[in-house]
């Protein structure tokens, strides 16, 4: 009996585990990516989200940065709405970044398509059109004071030398901010390009093809086939090309300083003003950049529901 027992009885099996949830297998799957994305939100919650936080609780105190702070509640935009130079700075940053589309945001889509209907020399020209880009801004800003210098610069120059009459380019109220536009189009155009290279070259072939045979010419070709095609692009670069005009600082802080006569004066360079040069004054300057965050905030919105409807 014991014997049989003995053959006849085995072993206990384990219990058997439960297979994982698939959000657990998923989480173990890209565990690498998720730290990857925790580290990139870290980034930028500490200098994006975090600076953008604390310059709206800025907006509301009368700080230095150094004494304790005290809440003065809208004082700080009253003192800027109140101030002469705020209407003159929204009227320059308005009028710089109109300018600057027709220059900045034209101009681009214009040389790529050019560039993209080249057959030799492609890749040089390319790199050409790219090469301010790599340049450091200040350094682009500092050689174009030198080609706008009344006196051995390289514009007068050669505007005396083909018999026409020299201009005061940053020295006067008509040409001043025009001269910006045109530093800020030279420097930033190579981005912009590349980017519209690269949504051309993602048109089909067909689609050309099919339009010479209507008889379309090349300007009918651009406007029926390639700005439709590349009109989700055209608009996510709209909005950028508004946002980052809006903000410009590099230019009227280098080369005008604001002059002549407030003609070059910015949001982003009276925040400046405010904050570095008017004693300190961080929580009018902190209060003038929460009205520029607002209105681009507002471009964003628009552009998103453009590209919304664009997409169904």
Known sequence: MDTLTLRTKRPARPPRRRPPSKRKRAVRNNITAYGFLCAALFCFALFAWWPMIRQIIMSFQETNLVDEPTWVGLDNFRTVVEDPAFGQAWKNTIAFTFLALICGYVIPFAVAIILNELRHARAYLRFVVYLPVMLPPIVSVL??????????????????????????????????????????????????????????????????????????????????????????????????????????????????????????????????????????????GSALGVMLMIVLLAVAAVQLRLTRDEKR
Do not use: C, H
């Open 143 to 284: 050689l174009f004071k030198w080609f706008y210098d009344p006196g051995p610069g390289l514009f007068n120059y050669v505007l005396d030398a083909v018999g026409l009459p020299t201009l005061a380019w940053l020295d006067s109220t008509d040409t001043a901010l025009i001269s910006l536009v045109l530093v800020s189009t030279w420097m930033n155009m190579g981005a912009g390009v590349l980017i519209y290279l690269a949504a051309l070259q993602n048109i089909p072939g067909d689609l050309y093809e099919a339009a010479e045979l209507d008889g379309a010419g090349i300007f009918k070709r651009i406007w029926n086939v390639t700005v439709p095609q590349t009109r989700l692009i055209l608009l996510l670069m709209l909005m950028l090309q508004i946002v980052a005009t809006m903000q410009v600082f590099i230019e009227p802080y280098q080369l005008t300083g604001g002059g002549p006569e407030n003609a070059t004066v910015t949001v982003a360079f009276l925040m400046y003003q405010y904050a570095f040069v008017y004693g300190g004054n961080y929580g009018a």
